[in-house]
């Protein structure tokens, strides 16, 4: 029943394995980094942990280098003193250090020929094979500037934190083209043409090129306010318009017309007038209107065929014209020449005288010529006395004209009859009655017994020269200064009383009623 104990000590017993833990990251990683591992036992202590990566090799080691991209796959456990084995446990080491690629898109293909003429969106998606895409840039909308080669980017990044970038190149283009206008040729001040005009327009774009312009365009129709619209038109799509307007065309001249007046009113052409003549012209026009037309022009002047032009001139610039022709003027009264009776002739009671006389007018033509008897026909010789002869003429253009020819009928006178001396030597005794006696006839001798006439006496001479003193009658005196007719000697007789005389020589002045007068001398003593 002795009881005997032994103590044996320093029995060390670990059945527990170690457990061992990883740092590395759940998430990706872009740049390269080290995996640590850490062992821990309680009891007998860790001996070494071993690890292997995508299913390589084991290797002994705690600290694992990562430099290559990928997912990476890594099995590790530890052993302890006691010969424990850890049960293998498995993590991830995620590394990528490519940016992911990034493709940028336009919404729409480009508007014309390759351009964008409009605001236009630019998305962007991107790849990448590791990490995957993690975000992108929201869309970007264009709107300029302007350019043959501009570019919009953007960005995605993949869940390692690379971030990739893309852009898109294009065309874009939103400025309209440039146009101008212009017409050849230049309308007149008045804004007309009277020809054609063409239209003409001139294009520009500076950024994409014009793609098209407006041809010319030629306006030949009349009219007034007339447009022309052109287009350009560039590669881009955009295009702008012009319009060149106010063409104005007029062809056709104005219409002139030609009348003709006198203060008598209308005048006639081809006829004759002794007036002025007004030619006065009306002008139209019925497109573009009248810009000038000529003033009345007044033609005075004589002549005949005479022509008045007038011209109207359009504000078109059309110029027309008319001629108002076959204008005779006359102002001078015919030419009158009365050869029998001649100016200031005489003729005899009774002659015969045939009246010759004239007209004659050198423009319009003598219309009437008449004198107081046709030519030909003789002219008043019936009674004595003075006479007047006149012509009348008037020509086509109404000229009148007027001569006169004075003239003188007479009787024939037969001359002092005895006793009185037609010489002038007569001498009568003082106191006597001296018979003064004379006879009268016509142009066929018939004796004229009508005519008055009258005596008158004028002392010229107290001297008597001679001395014989002729025999008188004894006859009465006769009463007054009028002489009587003597049917019987067909005589006209004045006695003349000397008595209320004195000596000497005086003048016997007989008056007849035919405008004559005859003077005898005579002497008493």
Request: negative net charge; glycine residues 10%.
């Amino acid at each position: 029943g002795n009881t005997a104990s032994a103590t044996f000590t320093g029995i060390d017993i670990d059945k527990t394995p170690p457990v061992t833990t990883d740092d590395s990251p759940a998430v990706w990683k872009n740049a390269d980094f080290t995996v640590t591992l850490t062992c821990s036992d309680t009891g007998s202590g860790c001996k070494q942990t071993q690890y292997s990566i995508d299913g390589g090799s084991w290797n002994i080691g705690t600290s694992i280098s990562i430099s290559s991209e990928g997912d990476h796959i890594i099995q590790y456990y530890s052993i302890d003193n006691a010969g424990n084995i850890e049960t293998t446990k498995t993590t991830h080491a995620k590394l990528d250090k490519t940016p992911p690629v990034v493709t940028a898109t336009a919404d729409r293909s480009p508007d014309s020929n390759g351009w964008y003429n409009k605001l236009v969106t630019i998305s962007f998606t991107g790849t990448d094979a590791l990490s995957g895409v993690a975000n992108c840039d929201a869309d970007k909308t264009y709107n300029g500037p302007d350019g043959s080669s501009v570019s919009v980017s953007g960005s995605c990044t993949d869940h390692a934190g690379n971030v990739g970038t893309g852009s898109l190149l294009f065309k874009y283009d939103v400025t309209p083209p440039t146009i101008t206008g212009g017409k050849t040729p230049s309308p007149n001040p008045n804004d007309w043409n009277n020809v054609d005009v063409k239209v003409h327009f001139d294009c520009g774009d500076a950024i994409s090129g014009i793609a098209s312009c407006t041809p010319d365009t030629t306006i030949s129709t009349e009219g007034t306010g007339q447009s022309v619209t052109g287009t350009a038109t560039d590669q881009a799509g955009n295009t702008a318009s012009t319009t060149v307007g106010d063409i104005n065309i007029d062809k056709t001249l104005p219409t002139i017309t030609a009348s003709a007046s006198t203060t008598d009113g209308v005048y006639t052409s081809g006829t004759w007038t002794n007036k002025d003549v007004t030619v006065s012209f009306s002008c139209s026009d019925d497109m573009s209107g009248v810009a000038s037309c000529d003033s009345p022009v007044t033609k005075s002047g004589e002549g005949a065929g005479q022509s008045v032009t007038g011209s109207v001139t359009d504000k078109a610039g059309n110029i027309a014209s008319t001629t108002f022709s076959g204008i005779n003027i006359d102002k001078s009264a015919p030419a009158i020449t009365i050869t029998t009776p001649k100016d200031g002739a005489s003729y005899t009671l009774n002659q015969p005288v045939a009246a010759d006389y004239g007209c004659t007018d050198t423009l319009s033509g003598v219309a009437t010529c008449s004198g107081n008897v046709p030519k030909g026909s003789n002219i008043d010789t019936g009674v004595v006395g003075t006479k007047t002869f006149t012509v009348n003429t008037v020509d086509n253009s109404g000229n009148s004209g007027t001569k006169s020819a004075t003239y003188y009928v007479k009787y024939i006178f037969g001359g002092i009859l005895q006793p009185i001396n037609a010489d002038g030597s007569s001498i009568f005794k003082f106191g006597s009655t001296v018979p003064v006696k004379f006879q009268l006839k016509d142009y066929n001798g018939n004796y004229i017994s009508t005519a008055v006439a009258a005596i008158n006496m004028a002392k010229i001479d107290n001297n008597v020269e001679g001395s014989e003193v002729e025999a008188v009658s004894t006859s009465a005196a006769t009463v007054g200064n009028l002489f009587r007719y003597d049917s019987t000697s067909n005589q006209y007789i004045f006695n003349l009383a000397t008595k209320p005389l004195s000596t000497g020589t005086w003048n016997i002045k007989i008056s007849i009623n035919d405008g004559t007068t005859y003077v005898v001398k005579i002497s008493l003593k």
